[in-house]
């Protein structure tokens, strides 16, 4: 098993390599972004440890260019502390898996060989959360068994709240992003798209997914109560689709 690490931090590097190299695992080690790249197409890796800030070239741009050269080795992308990254966007840039710094090493240990498993098989980060499933890659989501047909705006913001569940969003980070620098920046636009995926998503006469939290934003709800009500019901409402 072959691994290569990007990776500009030094300790962190040695710690991996160490680490990696007792577990059996060969390293190749790239300190920035260009040379990563590089060697992942130049060489055939069973998986990518990938930090996401790096100089030269990011863990974005380097899996971006990566998967658009038809490579699929896994990538298990680094990242800074919770919030201050966009999760969706590593896993929508072709990342498979992410880990918020710090991480506990058997953690690390246990996603590496999750991937490795996986291995070439086509993969999506599949996302669950009560009756609600989503393939990030695929670009789908299904209440139950029965798929929904999201826009692509609708898949970022859900795929946005899915990444933290039972927490409360502030619209202002669902903005942030969601929504690309260049349009709306007016905070009812979040509201209207969160009543889209409310019509599509919810049943008449259940909780909402989303709830709303007052003069906040939203969390998507964790409660077990429309897993259960899922499993009995298998309607789908009248007023499903339109927007
Ligand atoms: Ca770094």
């Known amino acids: 098993m072959r691994i290569l690490i990007i990776e500009d931090e030094l300790p962190m590097v040695r710690s991996l390599t160490r680490g990696l190299e007792a577990e059996g695992y060969s390293v190749d080690v790239a300190t920035d972004g260009e040379q990563g790249l590089a060697s992942a197409l130049s060489m055939t890796y069973d998986a990518i440890i990938l930090d996401l800030m790096l100089p030269k070239l990011n863990g974005h741009a380097v899996t971006?260019?990566?998967r658009s050269s038809g490579s699929r080795v896994p990538v298990l992308m680094l990242t800074?502390?919770?919030?201050?990254?966009?999760?969706?966007?590593?896993?929508?840039?072709g990342a498979d898996d992410y880990l918020s710094k710090p991480f506990s090493y058997p953690v690390l240990l246990a996603r590496l060989r999750a991937l490795i498993r996986r291995g070439g098989a086509p993969r999506g980060a599949v996302l669950v959360q009560g009756d609600l499933r989503l393939d990030t890659k695929e670009?789908?989501?299904?209440?139950?068994?029965?798929?929904?047909?999201?826009?692509?705006?609708?898949m970022s913001l859900l795929t946005y709240l899915m990444h933290r569940p039972a927490e409360a969003v502030s619209k202002a980070e669902?903005?942030?992003?969601?929504?690309?620098q260049a349009s709306e920046r007016d905070p009812n636009v979040v509201e209207v798209y969160v009543g889209y995926l409310r019509r599509k998503l919810d049943r008449p006469g259940h909780p909402s997914h989303i709830?709303?939290?007052?003069s906040f934003g939203y969390r998507l709800s964790?409660?077990?109560?429309?897993?259960?009500?899922?499993?009995v019901t298998a309607v789908s409402p009248p007023d499903s689709g339109g927007q």
């Open 211 to 214: 709830e709303t939290v007052r």
């Open 139 to 154: 670009h789908r989501c299904w209440r139950s068994d029965e798929e929904v047909s999201l826009t692509p705006r609708e």
């Open 64 to 66: 971006e260019s990566l």
């Open 80 to 93: 800074a502390k919770q919030g201050e990254f966009d999760q969706t966007e590593a896993l929508d840039t």
């Open 174 to 180: 669902l903005l942030d992003h969601v929504w690309d």
């Open 222 to 231: 964790a409660s077990q109560e429309t897993a259960v009500a899922a499993a």
